[in-house]
Protein backbone atom coordinates (compact mmCIF):
# COMPACT_ATOMS: atom_id res chain seq x y z
CA UNK A 1 0.00 0.00 0.00
CA UNK A 2 1.59 3.09 -0.95
CA UNK A 3 -0.45 5.90 0.17
CA UNK A 4 -3.51 5.68 2.82
CA UNK A 5 -6.64 6.84 0.99
CA UNK A 6 -9.86 8.61 2.81
CA UNK A 7 -11.90 5.73 2.89
CA UNK A 8 -9.10 3.64 4.47
CA UNK A 9 -8.62 6.30 7.27
CA UNK A 10 -12.58 5.98 7.68
CA UNK A 11 -12.54 2.71 8.27
CA UNK A 12 -9.36 2.13 10.35
CA UNK A 13 -11.28 4.65 12.70
CA UNK A 14 -14.85 2.77 12.54
CA UNK A 15 -12.84 -0.46 13.21
CA UNK A 16 -11.24 1.13 16.76
CA UNK A 17 -14.82 2.25 17.54
CA UNK A 18 -16.03 -1.26 17.26
CA UNK A 19 -13.44 -2.67 19.52
CA UNK A 20 -13.35 0.15 21.82
CA UNK A 21 -17.40 0.39 21.89
CA UNK A 22 -17.70 4.08 21.45
CA UNK A 23 -18.64 4.04 17.34
CA UNK A 24 -19.93 7.09 17.95
CA UNK A 25 -16.95 8.85 18.93
CA UNK A 26 -14.28 7.10 16.75
CA UNK A 27 -16.32 7.46 13.68
CA UNK A 28 -16.49 11.68 14.31
CA UNK A 29 -12.88 11.26 14.25
CA UNK A 30 -12.98 9.37 11.73
CA UNK A 31 -14.62 11.64 9.38
CA UNK A 32 -12.40 14.83 10.39
CA UNK A 33 -9.82 12.28 8.97
CA UNK A 34 -11.13 11.65 5.77
CA UNK A 35 -11.11 15.07 5.25
CA UNK A 36 -7.93 15.95 6.29
CA UNK A 37 -6.73 12.78 4.58
CA UNK A 38 -8.34 14.24 1.17
CA UNK A 39 -7.04 18.02 1.26
CA UNK A 40 -3.89 16.78 1.92
CA UNK A 41 -3.34 14.43 -0.74
CA UNK A 42 -5.06 17.22 -3.03
CA UNK A 43 -2.58 19.72 -1.99
CA UNK A 44 0.63 17.14 -2.42
CA UNK A 45 -0.04 17.46 -6.11
CA UNK A 46 1.56 20.44 -6.83
CA UNK A 47 2.11 22.30 -10.22
CA UNK A 48 5.23 20.00 -12.17
CA UNK A 49 7.72 21.10 -13.78
CA UNK A 50 7.98 21.93 -17.72
CA UNK A 51 9.09 18.62 -19.63
CA UNK A 52 12.28 18.95 -21.36
CA UNK A 53 10.48 19.58 -25.02
CA UNK A 54 8.61 22.28 -23.28
CA UNK A 55 11.02 24.78 -21.77
CA UNK A 56 12.50 27.78 -23.66
CA UNK A 57 16.06 27.30 -24.97
CA UNK A 58 18.94 28.80 -22.87
CA UNK A 59 21.40 31.49 -24.35
CA UNK A 60 23.73 29.54 -26.45
CA UNK A 61 21.45 26.40 -27.22
CA UNK A 62 19.47 25.54 -30.36
CA UNK A 63 15.70 25.24 -30.62
CA UNK A 64 16.28 21.59 -31.82
Request: glycine share 14%.
Given at each position: ?????????????G??????????????????????V???Q????????P???D??????????
Amino acid sequence: MKKLTPFGVLLIFGLIGLLTKNFGLWFAFGVVAFIVVGVMQNRREGPKPPAEQDREPKDGETGV
